[in-house]
């Protein structure tokens, strides 16, 4: 009896998410230059992928791995979850930190 596996449509799904992830960050952090239209494409095929997956702990895994596809499942969560992947204390700081930064590019006294 020979037995094959059909992976189930879900770890299909998965797989399929995880290729267009690093498609999409490879896209993002590239230093040359990126068609814009491509781009967007990629960007609206991960955006809907990411919503045909929901919010499994698995995706949440995924997206943890590429900041920019993390950034777009955050967008796509934003009303049931805010800002899901950041920690508040980690947020908090940076924004303090970028606070900081602007005023002293202005020229301002920065406040403690």
Do not use: W
Not at 6 to 33: G, R, Y
């Amino acid at each position: 009896m020979n037995a094959t596996s059909t992976p189930t449509p879900h770890i299909q799904s998965l797989t399929a998410l995880k290729q267009l992830i690093s498609v999409f960050e490879m896209l993002d952090a590239s230093a040359e230059c990126v068609d814009a239209d491509q781009f967007k494409l990629v960007a609206e095929r991960l955006a809907e992928a990411l919503r045909v997956a929901g919010a499994s702990s698995a995706v949440r895994q995924l997206v943890r791995t590429s900041p920019a596809a993390a950034e777009i499942y955050e967008n796509l969560q934003y009303e049931q979850a805010g800002l899901c992947l950041a920690p508040l204390d980690l947020a908090t700081a940076y924004e303090l930190k970028a606070r900081q930064v602007i005023e002293r590019a202005r020229g301002e006294p920065a406040e403690s």
